[in-house]
């Protein structure tokens, strides 16, 4: 096993490497050079056993995110992720057996001078758990010292209150929380009085937590899951049924699901999920417009009788654009031997590609097409659908020209 110096040594001579060079890191590389990266902090992490050492180095590794982040297309997010959650989690690890606090606290607060690329507050994520209170409390006051020093609505300011926020919530202390955000960006918004209320409730204070809640009002489509689920939480430890139950009901409605209906029935009791799919399943049936969500939730409750018609009677909504909806329900039909209502959503899939000319994926066109073929000879009656012969005729006339598309249908291969 290598001996800590002779790591830390390697290590920093990596870091110099990657400093150094200057090639830029094209998309199609990303993800193997974040392999690269964590290599890098699996070295480190093996090799070097000291606490104070560990988080000396790992504090590098952040300083180096513009040799990193800076020179590279990370639009898959693989490189950030190794900083945001590798590199932040090996920091914490070293931290907690750090017995320097004060020490600590200043190279967390050094780190966060600058953060060009949004990822050196992560390590500031967790320290409450490796930082006494009174630490913690200081760095915060730090924090907010430096934010004091911009104007109110310049963006650097609003970073050092967020990271003072971020260990007032960590502390759990609700009112601090509520002061600073009130301090930066005020309590206005829809965001911060969730944000607040959050944290109240997540301190034992439900009570105050309602009272931020149920000032966005139920009408407010921004953030209303985020803002449901918490006021469920909310009247939960607070023990009021009947408002939970409703708000238990405007999760579910508003997508229905298998564990949505879990979740609804864990509030109303299980004794009523007969009646709810029941009623549910009318409800869909009943209701305008086309729901690929409520088309999926009849599926999923074995209401294939039900899905078809649904399917059936709303044709002419179906949006082949919408394949990731569309290309499961297709199957699960076609799985349940319905071979018109699968017809009619390969149909759709397919128009989508010929619409769109997208040679690069004729290849699921040639496929759907395919299937349209061998579902067409199960089908006896069209409910005034066109035949798969008329489908047929119409894309050759309206996409006749297309001929690498042709070709590929009339081949073996797709």
């Given at each position: 096993m290598p001996r800590p110096e002779s790591t830390a040594s390697l290590f920093k001579s990596q870091l110099t490497t990657l400093k150094r060079s200057r090639r830029f890191i094209r998309w199609g590389e990303s993800a193997a050079f974040a392999r690269e990266l964590s290599a890098l902090l699996a070295s480190l992490e093996a090799g070097v056993t000291d606490a104070r050492q560990g988080c000396e180095l790992v504090a590098a590794f952040f300083r180096a995110d513009n040799a990193t982040l800076g020179r590279c297309d990370d639009s898959s997010g693989h490189v950030g992720d190794v900083f945001r959650l590798e590199a932040a989690d090996l920091f914490a690890a070293y931290a907690k057996r750090c017995p320097d606090a004060e020490w600590?606290?200043?190279?967390?607060?050094?780190?966060?001078?600058?953060?060009?690329?949004?990822?050196?507050?992560?390590?500031?994520?967790?320290?409450?758990?490796?930082?006494?209170?009174?630490?913690?409390?200081?760095?915060?006051?730090?924090?907010?010292?430096?934010?004091?020093?911009?104007?109110?609505?310049?963006?650097?300011g609003r970073r050092w209150s967020r990271l003072g926020e971020t260990l007032a919530r960590q502390l759990r202390d609700a009112p601090l929380f509520e002061k600073i955000r009130r301090d930066s960006w005020g309590v206005s918004s829809v965001a911060s009085r969730l944000d607040i209320g959050s944290v109240y409730l997540e301190s034992g204070d439900a009570a105050a937590a309602l009272s931020w809640f149920e000032q966005v009002p139920v009408s407010e489509h921004f953030q209303q899951d985020r803002r449901d689920a918490l006021l469920l939480d909310a009247y939960t430890q607070l023990g009021r049924q009947h408002p939970r139950e409703e708000v238990a009901w405007r999760l579910f409605r508003r997508g229905r699901s298998r564990p949505g209906l879990n979740a609804l029935l864990s509030v109303i009791g299980e004794a009523r999920r007969a009646a709810v799919i029941d009623d549910e399943v009318a409800a869909i049936l009943a209701g305008p417009g086309l729901s690929y969500a409520d088309a999926a939730f009849l599926v999923e409750m074995g209401r294939l009788d039900e899905a078809e018609s649904y399917l059936l009677d709303r044709a002419a909504l179906l949006n082949g654009d919408y394949y990731e909806r569309l290309v499961p329900l297709a199957e699960d039909m076609e799985a349940g031997q319905r071979p018109l209502a699968a017809s009619l959503l390969y149909r759709a899939l397919l128009d989508s590609i010929l619409r769109r000319a997208r040679s690069t994926v004729y290849g699921h066109g040639v496929r759907y097409l395919r299937k349209l073929d061998l579902l067409a000879v199960s089908i006896t009656d069209w409910r005034g659908q066109p035949s798969h012969a008329a489908y047929l005729a119409g894309i050759r006339q309206a996409h006749g020209r297309k001929s690498s598309f042709w070709a590929r249908y009339g081949g073996q291969g797709d």
């Open positions: 600590l606290a200043d190279l967390l607060f050094d780190l966060n001078r600058e953060d060009d690329f949004g990822v050196r507050d992560h390590i500031v994520d967790g320290a409450a758990a490796y930082l006494p209170e009174p630490v913690v409390r200081d760095l915060i006051r730090r924090f907010l010292s430096v934010a004091a020093d911009y104007p109110k609505d310049d963006l650097a």
